[in-house]
């Protein structure tokens, strides 16, 4: 990707429930501060951190947004996981030279990683949700990033506009993110502009930021958690972020509302989907041209992107043939 087209950064999280038998997340740990990754000792890292932990272990600064090179990993408190699993933060790389570190932290973190989902140690009766979320932000060079109170309001709710927009490609993301094999359902990813818990806590996206032409901070909550496909992880980052850093663009959010309202969006039925924890229900509302119409502004994203216009390719490809 360009830098003058927007500087875009992704950062992680890898929620893992179980591993296989005799591996631990605290074993995980130890890798990670042996290769680096990870600041402390093992002694640090016997107890996963608590959930927004801001110790000088690098929690705090895994998540201040800050490129640190190498990229770090904390290990947090997940109550939608077991407690034998954990969440693994990766701090933001940037998408133009840091898929490689990327790749050798997902390796070390997914290497005894199994699929499951057992009973959340929240106590509430619910299933483990594990799952894959991408912290993507593009920025154009030179912005002085500010607060987002300090932006200037083109709307009643920028944020929301951009919610809304991409509400109407739910069922095609969801598409985009499907393994049947390791569904993890929609309770945790809720492909409407409607979803409750906080700030939208529980839907597929949640916008951060929204100030074109200068910056774009979305987080991707709808990937699943596929331990074994680093292709898969590779394909979803450019899907995201091509997507985050199109918005950018003025033309971008006009184009999203114009396709997504080419046909009347079954809000009813999808509705229904989520009540039920349906993925085939809302997988069945797919529309191939607003499908298409992603695909074209992905690809048209990615013509500076060699290796993303190949993942995004793939991807569509994969998911067309079951439309």
Same mark, same amino acid.
């Given at each position: 990707m360009l830098v003058e087209n927007g500087i875009v950064r992704v950062g992680a999280e890898i929620e893992i429930a179980q591993f296989t038998e005799g591996n631990t997340y605290q074993g995980v740990a130890e890798r990670l501060i042996n290769a680096g990754h990870m600041e402390g000792t093992t002694a640090d890292w016997q107890q996963w951190h608590q959930y927004k932990c801001a110790c000088g272990l690098g929690c705090k600064r895994i998540k201040s947004g800050v490129v640190l090179?190498?990229?770090?990993?904390?290990?947090?408190?997940?109550a939608s996981l077991p407690d034998s699993g954990a969440e693994f933060i990766i701090s933001p790389t940037l998408l133009i030279n840091g898929m490689d570190e990327m790749r050798n932290i997902w390796n070390i973190v997914t290497e005894n990683a199994v699929w499951a989902r057992p009973a959340a140690m929240r106590g509430d009766g619910q299933i483990a949700s594990p799952s894959i979320h991408l912290h993507v932000s593009a920025i154009m060079p030179g912005f002085d990033a500010r607060p987002i109170a300090e932006v200037p309001v083109r709307s009643l709710n920028p944020l929301n506009d951009v919610l809304h927009a991409l509400s109407l490609f !739910?069922? *095609?993301?969801?598409?985009?993110?499907?393994? *049947? *094999?390791?569904?993890? !359902?929609?309770?945790?990813?809720k492909p409407t502009r409607e979803a409750d818990g906080r700030n939208g806590h529980h839907g597929f996206i949640h916008v951060r930021k929204f100030d074109p032409p200068n910056q774009v901070y979305i987080e991707w909550r709808m990937f699943e958690a596929a331990y074994e496909s680093w292709e898969y992880?590779?394909?979803?980052t450019y899907v995201s972020a091509g997507l985050t850093r199109a918005l950018l663009k003025a033309e971008t959010l006009p184009r999203l509302m114009a396709s997504g309202y080419h046909e009347v969006p079954r809000l009813r039925e999808m509705e229904a989907a989520i009540r039920n924890d349906d993925t085939e229900a809302a997988l069945a509302l797919v529309s191939p041209a607003r499908l298409g119409a992603l695909r074209d502004i992905l690809e048209a994203e990615m013509y500076d992107d060699m290796r993303g216009f190949a993942r995004i390719v793939s991807r569509f490809t994969e998911v067309e043939a079951r439309v």
């Open positions: 090179d190498p990229p770090l990993v904390s290990m947090q408190y997940d !739910g069922p *095609e993301l969801i598409l985009l993110s499907d393994i *049947e *094999e390791l569904r993890r !359902g929609l309770t945790f990813r992880f590779e394909q979803a």
